[in-house]
Every structure is written in structure tokens, then in C-alpha cells.
């Protein structure tokens, strides 16, 4: 009997021994879970989710279209396009504004002097600048006002070296009354009034709106632009080019225009003078005929006249001039400036 006591009582102390073990097991499971819960209810405030960075994308996108739409209205602001911005004395400058927004009004100034715009078949502005082969050298600042903007930038004028030559009298000239102090008394006294009176008008609309073009079909240069021709205590300097023309040569119109003078005068000869507005003119000088009179319109490629030795002329030739705002440009460096930049 004791011994069947005592595995009794073994076996009470077994099932006591397996409830500990279930209770205490109970327990840890317990606490696992409520630690795993609160977690879950305190997220984490450094850690952001996918979709609020999606959010704060779409938060930031205005900010980002208003800047896209400030570089569009840059891109509508006027932009200002320079021929050059070092020029020597006779250069030309053409100035190109491309209009995106629609200027309605357009003005500016180089140093002291008004500047005319015009548009072009591109729809752009464009302004040519004449610099005096006179111009004293140094810097000047150019504006240019359109709407509510400006633009401003100082630009260098630059000496210019002409080449010093002999001013030249035939027998034949001496024998017509041409003597060195005779050309410069009918220059300054007879025939530059003439040219001055027709040059000073100012036509204020363009009645050209396409690059210029040669006087000749063949150019050939026989009296360089600038040159200072000297005799004794007589300087005259050349502004104008002269040009190789056998006699009676078709000589062309440089563009379109209305003629302004066409007449004979004592050391330029038969001169004919075409007015292309804003300022322009074109001059040719010691014609042998006119083809076309005073007040004529005249269009790009029509011949005007036919070459000649009239006037202080040594032989046949041409001699081309330009005019921009009163200022006397090499003629040929005009046409290629043109050329090269009234398409901008």
C-alpha cells in the first residue's frame, strides 16, 4: 500500500510539475503579444510612406509650372541680335531685334543719335547703323527701349588706317580747268552743297526690306574707300569706292528707292542719287548716261544709268557711295553686312 501511495503521489507531482510549465508558457505568449500591438499603434515618425512622397510631388508641381511658365515669358521677351560690337570708322551696324511678343513700338539710340527701326519680311525689327569714317574713336553706349524692357551695351569704335595716295591730274584734266586746289574749291563750294541739300532729307519708312546688292555685275576695286588722295597742301579723302566699269556698263540699282537727284556736276560728273528711306541713300557718281530721272521709282536690279569718265576722272569707272544717317560707310562693307545679317 505504501508503495502504491507513493506512485500516486509521483504522478499528482507530474501533472502539478506540467500545469507550471503550461501556466508559465502562457504567460511569455502573452506579453509577445501585446508588445508586437504596440508597435503597430506608434508608427514611426522618421519613416515616410510611398504614397505621401507621391503627394508631396504633385503638392510641389504649381511651384514647378510657374517656373516653366516665367522661362516662357523669357523666351517671348525681345531678343537683341549685334552685327558686331568692335567697329571701325566706316563700318556699318545692323542691329536685329526678333519680336516674339508682338511689339507694337520700337526706339534707340547709338551715343548722341536717334535710331529707326523697321520690320523685315521675317517679321523681325532691324535698324542700320552708319559710323562715320569722321567718328571720333572711343566708346559709346547704345539703348534701345521697346515696351516695358531695355537693352544697353557700350560699344567699341575703333581707328581706322587709311592708305595715303597722290591725288592725280592729267594733262587733259588741267587743260578743263582741273587743278589740285580747283577740285577742292568745287567740292566744297559746288558740289557737295548740291549732294547735302538732296542728303539731309529723311524719308521715314523703308522702301526696301531685302539685302543690298552690287552696282555692277563685275566688282573690281581701282580706288579703295577712305583713301586720303594728297597734292601739296590739298587732302582729300575718298568716301566712296571706285569701281572698274568700261564705258557705257549697266550699273544697277543697289535696292529698291525713289530717285532724289540725278544731274551733272562739275568734279563728280553725271551723278544720280537714290533715296531707300530710314536715312539710306546710294550715289553713283561720273556716269556716262542716266536711265532713270528725279523722282522715279526704282526696284532692286533695274538699271539706273550706264558707266562713264564725266567730271575729275581719270578713265571709265564707277564710283558707288552710301549714306546712312548722314554718315558716309564703306559702300561694299555695307552690302556685305547686310547680307550677312539682315536675315536674322
Known amino acids: 500500500m505504501k508503495s502504491k501511495g507513493k506512485v500516486q503521489i509521483l504522478i499528482i507531482l507530474l501533472i502539478l510539475i506540467g500545469l507550471g510549465i503550461f501556466a508559465f508558457r502562457g504567460y ?35 511651384a514647378e509650372k510657374a517656373e ?41 539710340e547709338f551715343g548722341p543719335e536717334k535710331i529707326d527701326f523697321f520690320k523685315s519680311a521675317t517679321g ?27 537693352f544697353g551695351k557700350e560699344l567699341n569704335i575703333i581707328k581706322r588706317d587709311f592708305p595715303v595716295t597722290k591725288l592725280l591730274v592729267t594733262e587733259e584734266l588741267e587743260k578743263k580747268g582741273y587743278t589740285p586746289p580747283k577740285i577742292s574749291e568745287n567740292i566744297a563750294k559746288k558740289d557737295n552743297p548740291s ?63 525713289i530717285v532724289r537727284f540725278s544731274e551733272g556736276l562739275i568734279n563728280y560728273g553725271k551723278t544720280l542719287i ?16 542716266f536711265k532713270v530721272l528725279d523722282g522715279e ?20 569707272h564707277l564710283h558707288f557711295s552710301i549714306k546712312a544717317n548722314g554718315s558716309s560707310v564703306d559702300p561694299l562693307r555695307f552690302i556685305k553686312t547686310i547680307e550677312e545679317e539682315m536675315g536674322l
Open 68 to 108: 516653366e511658365e516665367e522661362e516662357s515669358e523669357e523666351i517671348l521677351l525681345p531678343r537683341v541680335y549685334l552685327s558686331s560690337d568692335r567697329l571701325e570708322q566706316g563700318d556699318t551696324l545692323l542691329i536685329g531685334v526678333k519680336d516674339k511678343a508682338g511689339i507694337d513700338k520700337i526706339s534707340g
Open 124 to 150: 523681325d525689327w532691324i535698324a542700320i547703323v552708319g559710323i562715320s569714317v569722321k567718328k571720333e574713336p572711343g566708346k559709346y553706349n547704345l539703348n534701345i527701349n521697346f515696351s516695358n524692357n531695355k
Open 28 to 62: 511569455q505568449y502573452w506579453l509577445a503579444s501585446v508588445g508586437s500591438i504596440s508597435e503597430e499603434i506608434i508608427p514611426d515618425k522618421e519613416a515616410v510612406p510611398e504614397e505621401e512622397k507621391v503627394v508631396e510631388k504633385e503638392e510641389t508641381a504649381p
Open 195 to 257: 549732294l547735302y541739300e538732296v542728303l539731309q532729307i529723311f524719308t521715314p519708312t523703308a522702301y526696301f526690306n531685302q539685302p543690298f546688292i552690287y552696282p555692277l555685275k563685275k566688282i573690281k576695286v581701282v580706288g579703295k574707300y577712305g583713301s586720303i588722295r594728297k597734292s601739296g597742301e590739298v587732302a582729300l579723302q575718298h568716301l566712296g569706292v571706285d569701281l572698274d566699269a568700261a564705258m557705257d556698263t549697266p550699273v544697277y540699282a543697289v535696292n529698291d528707292g
Open 297 to 316: 521709282q526704282v526696284r532692286q536690279g533695274d538699271v539706273i544709268g550706264l558707266s562713264g569718265n564725266t567730271g575729275y576722272s581719270i578713265a571709265p
Open 274 to 289: 537714290i533715296d531707300h528711306g530710314l536715312g539710306i541713300y546710294s550715289l553713283y557718281l561720273h556716269l556716262n548716261k
